[in-house]
């Protein structure tokens, strides 16, 4: 049984979704999640909860899915590969049904060496393919994949992330498909500047009718300067970053602004791409530019489903 959840309803409805991101502390401090959700609430259908991302330990998603909850903001729990075996997994979700979360996004995970914890003992039970599987048995079957039937079935919206920009580039498509067989219901993107690339990434993607089986929205995130678009053109695997991004960030009088700029610009440029059914704002460390974007794009007010 799907969950029902707001981000379902705006999605089913053929609107345009909007999510954005909420990383937790590197604490134990509820207060931060409550300050994000009471400044964000109303400006995107639901807020990603990030799973101890780059593999540096924060506060759990769960627990900053729980607060957004008490907030009246409806959350995506992220939940990494890395840090679980199926067993606890499988736990944990329906923890997380029993107490109202809705959207489950599925990743793989940074790998440890990433994070403040290199030496940590990674898990890597299943893959993110297999994760889906795993809750999507949860969910439309009622029971554990290969195993015993549950008193009651978790209600998910499954998501999962997709890279259109990883190489082999050809194999992009074939993974996609991969996703949304296992059970995928929605894709999140990586972070879009190339939108020639992506286009032409959404050409395969139409080509094989993906886009009428899943709910596809695309990643932006807001550049503050031009030397963190260089690091991103020649650190960060996976982002393609054009020249020509960064030529106009480096002859900007005011680059954030201009980041801002460029990043409203690839949202309405997604708006007309055929068979783009959304937007994930990916404002890291920078949450307060998110109602900027989205009003700045013409998403406001967020439609009431």
Not at 218 to 225: D, H, M, R, W, Y
Not at 245 to 250: D, H, L, P, Y
Not at 264 to 274: A, D
Request: aromatic content about 4%; glycine content about 10%.
């Amino acid at each position: 049984m799907k969950a029902g959840s707001n981000l379902e309803k705006v999605l089913s409805s053929g609107g345009f979704a909007v999510t954005a991101e909420i990383g937790p502390p590197k604490g134990a401090d509820g207060e931060h999640m409550r300050h994000w959700a009471r400044e964000l609430k109303g400006k995107a259908d639901a807020f990603n909860v990030t799973d101890n991302q780059t593999a540096v330990v924060r506060l759990s998603s769960m627990a900053g899915s729980i607060i957004l909850l008490q907030e009246g903001v409806e959350p995506v729990m992220q939940m990494v590969c890395r840090d679980r075996n199926r067993i606890a997994m499988q736990s944990d979700v329906l923890g997380a049904s029993a107490l109202g979360i809705k959207n489950l996004l599925c990743l793989t995970g940074d790998h440890q060496t990433l994070g403040n914890l290199p030496g940590a003992k990674n898990v890597f039970d299943v893959d993110s393919i297999q994760e889906l599987l795993l809750f999507k048995t949860m969910r439309d079957e009622g029971k554990i994949l290969g195993a015993d039937a549950l008193t009651k079935a978790p209600q998910l919206f499954l998501g999962a992330a997709e890279n259109p920009f990883g190489t082999p580039h050809e194999f992009r498509v074939h993974r996609l498909a991969k996703k949304i067989k296992a059970g995928a219901d929605f894709i999140q993107s990586q972070v879009i500047y190339d939108i020639d690339r992506f286009e032409r990434f959404m050409e395969d993607v139409r080509s094989r009718h993906l886009d009428g089986k899943v709910h596809i929205l695309g990643g932006v995130t807001p550049l503050k300067s031009a030397k963190v678009a260089k690091y991103m053109k020649n650190k960060v695997a996976g982002i393609i970053m054009p020249d020509s991004v960064i030529s106009r960030m480096e002859k900007a009088s005011d680059p954030k602004a201009e980041g801002i700029r460029i990043c409203i610009e690839t949202v309405k440029q997604l708006r007309e791409m055929k068979g783009v059914h959304g937007v994930h704002v990916m404002a890291i460390a920078w949450e307060e530019k998110v109602p900027e974007i989205v009003e700045g794009a013409g998403l406001l007010p967020r439609p009431v489903v």
